[in-house]
C-alpha cells in the first residue's frame, strides 16, 4: 500500500473515527476498538512517524503481543490502551512532577479550555500577565520579567537571544554533556557530538568546558577576552540532568556567580529539568543560594498537563526588549490553557511541599539504593543526583538496559538518561506515593539479583 499517496476522503474517515474514540466514554471503549487503536498506532508510527521508534522504545521491544500504547493514567500509575498498569518511575522525563492528571491542575486548565483556550493576540491576556507576576515572585534575587514558550528548547534559544541583545556579544560557555535542547539554537549549547556532528555548523563562538569545573570557565573566559571573542553568557544546568544526574561541586555555582560578575558576562540557569522542586528545593539553583541573570524553565511548568516553558530575567535585561518588543514573539506559547495549568501547577507545588516531599524520597530512595550497592557492588557501581533527579550508574551499558528491561517487564516504567547510557534514572512524580517506591525498590534488588 502507498502510505503516501493524497486520499482526502481517506483522511476524512480516519479523523472522525479518531475524534468519535476520543470523546466517547472510557467505559464505551469496546475490546475490538482498543485493538485496533494499539495496531493502528504501530502501523503509524511505522508509515508516519519514524521506524527507528520501533526498534529503540521498550514499549514495543520488550513487550510480548500487541506494543504498549500510552493511553491514560492517574498519580503515578500509567495504563495502556489494553489496561495493561505501569509504576511511572519516569515521571515523563521530568514533565509529570505533581503526577498525571493532578486533578487541581485538570480542573484549571478544563475550566480555562472552556472559558477561552487561546487568546486573541491583541487584547491583554490576564493569565499571562498573573503568571510572570507569580513567577517573579517564587524566583530568587531581582528576576522579574518573563516570555512563555512551549517547549524547553524555546525558552533556552529565547534565553540565548536576550542575551546576545543584552550585551551586544554572540558566544557562550556552555558544558560538556550538557543537555539544553535540541533546536539549532539550544543545540548549539548540547555537550555530546552525536546530536551535533551530523549538522555541521551550529552557532559561532560557543565553547564547552566540564561541568563542575568553574575554574575551566574562568580560564575560558580569560582565552576569549585575550583574542577578542566576546562571550554573551555561561549557561548550565544546575545539577546535569541527561548526563547522568550529575551534582557540581558545592561552590560551584557560588563561583560562577562571581567568575560571572568578573567577566561582565551574564549567567543562564537552564531549570528546565530541575525548576518547580525536581531536586528537592524550588529551583536548582536554591540549593546554592545563587540568583542567575537567566532562568530558563519547561517541563514540569505546565503541571504535566500542558506544554509549556519560558525564560525569565530582572529588569535590567528586559530593557532591551521594550522598545521592540516583537523581537521575540510566539503565537502559541503561553496561551491561557498553558497559563491556567502553569499557575495550578505552581500552586499544588506549594500546597502539598513538592519540592520537600522531593527531598524526603530522594534521600529515602538513596538509603535504600546504598544498601543494594553494597550487596551487588559490581553491578550498581554509584548513584548519583538529588532529590528525585536520580541516577544509578551501573557496570556499563549492557547492564543498565538488562535492568531497565527486567524492570518493565514487572510493569515498573524507567528508562536512561540521554548523554549518558550507563547512567538509569529515577525521576518519578515528587508526590509518589511510599508503597510504590517500595515495590519500584524491591523488583529493582530482584532484578539485579537476577543478573
Ligand atoms: N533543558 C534541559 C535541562 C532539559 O533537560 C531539556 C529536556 O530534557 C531541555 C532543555 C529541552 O526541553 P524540550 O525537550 O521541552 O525542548
Not at 516553558?309 to 529588569?315: D, E, L
Request: aromatic share 8%.
Amino acid at each position: 500500500m502507498d502510505h503516501s499517496k493524497r486520499d482526502i476522503n481517506e483522511a476524512s474517515l480516519e479523523a472522525n473515527k479518531m475524534v468519535s474514540l476520543i470523546t466517547k466514554n472510557e467505559q464505551d471503549i469496546n475490546q475490538e476498538e482498543r485493538i485496533w487503536i494499539a495496531q493502528s498506532t504501530y502501523e503509524n508510527f511505522e508509515n508516519h512517524i519514524n521506524k527507528g521508534f520501533l526498534e529503540y522504545r521498550k514499549s514495543v521491544t520488550e513487550t510480548e503481543g500487541i506494543a504498549l500504547t500510552d493511553w491514560t493514567g492517574q498519580g503515578s500509575i500509567l495504563k495502556d490502551v489494553l489496561g495493561r498498569e505501569f509504576i511511572d518511575m519516569l515521571g515523563g522525563y521530568g514533565l509529570y512532577s505533581p503526577g498525571i492528571k493532578h486533578p487541581k491542575i485538570v480542573a484549571a486548565a478544563k475550566a480555562q479550555l472552556e472559558r477561552s483556550p487561546q487568546y486573541s493576540q491583541e487584547m491583554l491576556d490576564p493569565l499571562r500577565a498573573h503568571l510572570a507576576k507569580v513567577i517573579a515572585k517564587l524566583t530568587p534575587g531581582d528576576i522579574q520579567y518573563g516570555f512563555f514558550a512551549n517547549s524547553g528548547t524555546e525558552a533556552v534559544d529565547g534565553a540565548m537571544k536576550l542575551a546576545k541583545m543584552y550585551t551586544g556579544k554572540k558566544g557562550f560557555i556552555s558544558t560538556l554533556k550538557a543537555f539544553h535542547g535540541k533546536s539549532l539554537g539550544a543545540l548549539s549549547l548540547l555537550g555530546k557530538a552525536v546530536y551535533r556532528e551530523p549538522l555541521g555548523r551550529l552557532l559561532d563562538g560557543v565553547r564547552h568546558v566540564p561541568f563542575g569545573d568553574a575554574d575551566a570557565v574562568e580560564a575560558q573566559l580569560k582565552a576569549a577576552e585575550e583574542v577578542g571573542d566576546g562571550i554573551a553568557a555561561v549557561i548550565a544546568e544546575p545539577i546535569q540532568g541527561e548526563a547522568g544526574a550529575i551534582v557540581p561541586p558545592d561552590d560551584y555555582w557560588p563561583k560562577l556567580r562571581q567568575i560571572c560578575d568578573k567577566y561582565d558576562v551574564l549567567l543562564i540557569a537552564d531549570e528546565v529539568q530541575t525548576g518547580f522542586g525536581r531536586t528537592g528545593k524550588i529551583f536548582g539553583v536554591d540549593h546554592w543560594d545563587v540568583t542567575p541573570d537567566i532562568m530558563c524553565f519547561g517541563k514540569a511548568l505546565g503541571g504535566g498537563v500542558i506544554a509549556m516553558s519560558g525564560f525569565f530575567a530582572s529588569a535590567k535585561l528586559w530593557k532591551v526588549l521594550e522598545p521592540n518588543p516583537f523581537m521575540h514573539t510566539t503565537t502559541t506559547g503561553g496561551n491561557p490553557i498553558a497559563c491556567a495549568a502553569a499557575l495550578a501547577q505552581i500552586s499544588v507545588l506549594l500546597e502539598e511541599d513538592l519540592a520537600g516531599q522531593a527531598a524526603e524520597k530522594g534521600t529515602y530512595i538513596k538509603q535504600k539504593l546504598a544498601k543494594i550497592q553494597e550487596l551487588y557492588p559490581e553491578v550498581l557501581t554509584d548513584v548519583t543526583g538529588r532529590g528525585l533527579l536520580l541516577g544509578m550508574v551501573f557496570a556499563n551499558d549492557e547492564v543498565g538496559f538488562e535492568v531497565v528491561s527486567g524492570l518493565f517487564k514487572r510493569g515498573i516504567l524507567i528508562a536512561g538518561t540521554l548523554n549518558n547510557s550507563r547512567v538509569v534514572r529515577i525521576e518519578p512524580a515528587l508526590n509518589v506515593p511510599y508503597p510504590l517506591i517500595d515495590k519500584f525498590l524491591v523488583e529493582l534488588e530482584d532484578v539485579i539479583k537476577s543478573l
